[in-house]
């Protein structure tokens, strides 16, 4: 049987390896690092997480928990590395980075059909016809990215993701910070900042003053929402802040009478706790402004930033028009693009649509026609979205409900994604079964 080349060792290919060599595929994975570092990774660990160390909520009915119990029935191995390297994380899933992706690592390079050779690769030649998994992510080599440009023959585009700064724990004055959860849910899982009206006014005034990287080098200057710089966010009006990440609602101060304006969240961002990061606080700030604006934080006069948070590119194909919704390049029907490569945004993201590839490579080699998932189920509608040649242009787009086709139920929106998320296991199982994919994943 023919080998299959995943190209980008990082969660869509690690998933991709993953369900190739399990039925039985011999699979070359190509990455990068540590010899070629990208902007944002630091380790030559496979799978690495580049930002948040959460993978957002558990529940059924968030479309994240949705989609997580899909890839379980799938046999994701990126939710087993999270099962392994999961901290206390309140309603989400959040992993100690380190652990997580040296179990991933430790399980592809100790997959005895699976070699994991440490190579950029800096060209795709379409014409050996060899099953290749393009899984290179936001952060592709400019020479990968190039060649990709050929290939499609569409223009690239680009828009800016930022990260979160991380600080030390034994940095924290403690004494102005309180544990806890919003509404008390999931205990003590955040630490608090709380900020009085006037501390908010003189941290919102720093920050909207506040010297920023310059961005020259992109080509177009496009925010997503979900990963908006928190400079940009404050720019927009004073309160923005004290009513979006900083909303000081369900979370009260011992000692406080009064309810403080706005507060900071700080979540666990290691197994030992010596780590945070600062919930929702992605910024393109010079690092020196870092220092100075962030310290204006009450607790974190003396912090020490461990990480600082950055911008950077994210380079995504047009998918609409490049690609199935089985994963393969419309012109190139061996060639498969996953990950946020392919217009899926988030971590989890991108880590699903590399099992729907790597499934559909082991399909190819054995002379099977690639598979589209069922609409209904939240993989199957992402594909469907990021593949619907009726958008001219695509913005990335995240697991969400509005993905997935309406369910005609009584009762409030609980009731309709409860009704929709049983729908979408459903019809997944049901798929899985058809395909005969369920026995092999599962056993
Ligand atoms: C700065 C930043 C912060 C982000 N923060 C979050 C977040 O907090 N939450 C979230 O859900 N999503 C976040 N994302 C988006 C996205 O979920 C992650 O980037 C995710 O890791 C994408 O998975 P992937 O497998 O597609 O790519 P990656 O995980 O980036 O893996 C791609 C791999 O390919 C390798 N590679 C690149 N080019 C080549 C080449 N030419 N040859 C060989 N190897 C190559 C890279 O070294 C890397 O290991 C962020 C993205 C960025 C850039």
Redesign the pocket.
């Known amino acids: 049987m023919q080998r299959v080349h995943v190209?980008?060792?990082?969660?869509?290919?690690c998933e991709a390896a993953w369900q190739l060599a399990s039925r039985g595929v011999d699979v070359v994975l190509?990455?990068?690092?540590p010899e070629r570092q990208?902007p944002?990774?630091t380790t030559g660990l496979?799978?690495?997480?580049?930002?948040?160390n959460s993978l957002k909520s558990e529940e059924l009915s968030n479309a994240s928990g949705l989609l997580k119990a899909e890839m379980r029935l799938m046999g994701s191995l990126v939710m087993q590395a999270a099962e392994a390297a999961r901290v206390p994380g309140g309603s989400a899933l959040a992993v100690d980075r380190t652990v997580f992706a040296s179990f991933l690592t430790a399980r592809i390079e100790q997959h005895p059909r699976v070699e994991v050779v440490r190579?950029?690769?800096?060209e795709l030649d379409p014409s050996d016809g060899q099953v290749t998994v393009v899984?290179?992510?936001?952060?592709?080599?400019a020479?990968?990215a190039q060649s990709l440009k050929r290939l499609t023959g569409e223009e690239y585009l680009y828009f800016y993701?930022?990260?979160a700064p991380i600080v030390a724990a034994e940095s924290l004055d403690m004494a102005k910070l309180f544990w806890g959860s919003r509404w008390g849910k999931g205990g003590d899982d955040y630490l608090n900042a709380p900020m009085t009206e006037a501390q908010y006014e003189t941290f919102w005034r720093a920050l909207v003053a506040a010297e920023r990287y310059p961005l020259k080098d992109f080509e177009r200057e496009v925010f997503f929402e979900a990963?908006m710089p928190i400079e940009e966010l404050a720019k927009r009006g004073r309160d923005t802040l004290a009513f979006g990440p900083l909303k000081p609602v369900g979370l009260m101060p011992p000692g406080w009478t009064d309810r403080p304006y706005a507060v900071v969240q700080l979540r666990i961002d290691n197994r030992e706790r010596t780590l945070f990061n600062l919930v929702g606080f992605q910024t393109n700030l010079r690092w020196g402004e870092q220092d100075r604006v962030f310290r204006l934080i009450p607790g974190l006069e003396n912090a020490e930033f461990v990480r600082y948070g950055?911008m950077?590119r994210?380079v995504y194909i047009n998918s609409p028009s490049v690609l199935r919704d089985t994963g393969q390049m419309r012109s190139y029907p061996h060639i498969l693009i996953?990950?946020?490569?392919s217009g899926v945004?988030?971590?989890?993201e991108?880590a699903a649509s590399?099992i729907l590839t790597g499934i559909n490579a082991w399909r190819l080699v054995n002379g099977q026609e690639p598979l589209s998932f069922p609409r209904e189920t939240m993989l199957g509608a992402l594909m469907s979205y990021i593949s619907d040649q009726s958008k001219e242009t695509l913005q990335p787009m995240h697991a969400a409900f509005g993905l997935l086709p309406p369910v005609a139920v009584r009762g409030g929106r609980r009731q309709r994604r409860q009704a929709q998320a049983e729908r979408a296991i459903a019809a997944l199982r049901g798929f899985l079964r058809d395909q005969g994919l369920l026995q092999q994943t599962c056993d």
């Open positions: 190209v980008g060792g990082g969660l869509a290919g190509y990455e990068m690092r990208t944002a990774h496979l799978g690495e997480l580049v930002c948040s190579q950029e690769i800096t899984a290179t992510g936001p952060l592709t080599s020479q990968l993701d930022a990260a990963c950055v950077h994210n996953a990950g946020q490569l945004e988030g971590y989890l991108s590399g």
